[in-house]
């Protein structure tokens, strides 16, 4: 079992800033894969970025060159940086954990609004 508890999420002008965090807990040291998927209003869940055990990460093409995923291994913790943001980055954010059994789990989700 994995526990994921997320935080950052808020309301931001367009062009801002905002850093999420989740912190995960339980059977950490199965944990292969850290990421963030995010859901708009009437869309499906999507990825947003991803990282690895070994570091190697991944991001969508409408985040690349603004969002950064990172990982803090001594605190089990996962973050997302995200700059320049726009109004169609509004989302409810959710943190999401792989185990190397292939296993996934899911924070909470935490929303971010991007309005002026």
């Known amino acids: 079992q994995v526990q994921l508890v997320e935080s950052g999420g808020g309301l931001v002008q367009p062009g801002g800033s905002l850093r999420l965090s989740c912190a995960a807990s339980?059977?950490?040291?199965?944990?292969?894969?850290m990421g963030w998927y995010r859901q708009a209003p009437g869309k499906q869940r999507a990825g947003v970025a991803h990282i690895i055990s070994g570091g190697t990460t991944n991001y969508a093409d409408s985040v690349k060159g603004r969002f950064t995923i990172s990982r803090d291994n001594a605190k089990n913790t996962v973050y997302l940086q995200m700059n320049s943001l726009k109004p169609e980055d509004t989302a409810v954010y959710y943190c999401n954990v792989f185990l190397n059994t292939g296993q996934p789990y899911w924070g909470q989700g935490t929303q971010v609004t991007v309005s002026s």
């Open positions: 339980g059977s950490i040291s199965s944990i292969y894969v």
